[in-house]
Every structure is written in C-alpha cells, then in structure tokens.
C-alpha cells in the first residue's frame, strides 16, 4: 500500500481496462495517468493511412495513381527519406490531396507535447481540434473525438513527462530472451532469465 501510495505517474495507451485497473489501485490516480504520446501517434498514423487507402480507391477508379507506392511516405518522419524520396513525397503534397492534408494535422499534432503547461497544451488542442473537426476527413475525425474524450489525461505529460519508452523497451528485451531460448517450457526458468538480464542486478564481484 505504501508503494502504490509513493507513485507519482503512470504512463500508459488509452486502454479502458489499463485506466480502470490504475483507478482502482493508485490513489489519486485520475491526475497521474499519462497516456503515451507514442500510442498516440500511432492513432494518428492509422487514421492518415485510412484517409490514404480510401483517396487511393477513389482515385484509381479514375486512373489516377499518385498516390500509388506513397504508404511509406505518410507514415514515417521526414529526416528518415532520402532526397529522392524526400523530392517525391513533396511533389506528392503539393497536389492537394486529402492525405496531405491529414498528414499535415498528424504533424501538427506533434507539437502538443512541446507544450509548456497543461492549460497551454489544452489551448493547443482545442485549436486543432477544432480544425480537425471541420474537415470531410472521417478517419481524422474519429481521431480528434476519441483524444478530446481524453485530453486531461494526455496534457498531463506536460507536468510529468513520461512515456512507455522504458516499458517498451523491457518487453522488447524480454521477447528477445524468450526467441533466444525457443520459448520456455518451464515458466521459473523463465522468469530467472527474464530477472538476470532485465532486472539491472549488480553483479560486479568487488
């Protein structure tokens, strides 16, 4: 008790089950959930490449392919494509299309967590929102309703600054124990590898 007491901050996707589970064990929890901005962009992803796929049907009933091979473009940061790509990607946002438009609303999106305050990154979404909102872009729409339902919880990271990065990362190590060994029929064995590697143990002899 005195441990769940002592947590500050919890961060997490926007799970319903995660949020009640918190709720009902981390006193004062309503103020301490920080859902991560990087489950959030992944949101906001799949909503850019639903408006992508649903222009691309339409546009190819007409014979237009220009958006053909471009998945890759929405749905990565710009400093990872090469000129070439970089050139095509540009040419691409430049025609006006829908997909560019919601890529332009997931990038501004981003900024929401450079937001110095939690009023300040309220102020911040309720402008984009409020452009998101009036678009014909449905995937974006959905996207903007289901974080404004959320939105306390999501500017909390402007007062704690946490993310699931470091649990990502122990799963990721943890799913790669498991693939090194071809799985463990004995859940001890496991659970002894899983503490020696990830369990940040001291094992200097002196």
Partial sequence: QEQLQSVEAIAMDMSPAFVRAAKEMIPLAESKIVHDKFHIMKMANEAVDKVRRGEHKRL???GDDRLTG???FWL????????????RFQSICNLSLATGRAWSYKELLRDLWAQETEGKAKSYFRD???RVIRTKMAPMKKLARSLKERIDNIVTYCTHGITNAVAEGINSKIMSIKRRAGGYRNI????TAVLFYCGGLDLDPR
Avoid: G, M, P
């Fill in 60 to 62: 190819l009933k007409d």
């Fill in 70 to 72: 471009s998945k890759y």
């Fill in 188 to 191: 001890e064995n496991f659970k």
């Fill in 128 to 130: 984009w929102y409020q």
């Fill in 76 to 87: 990565t940061s710009l400093e990872n494509h090469s000129e070439k790509q970089h050139a």
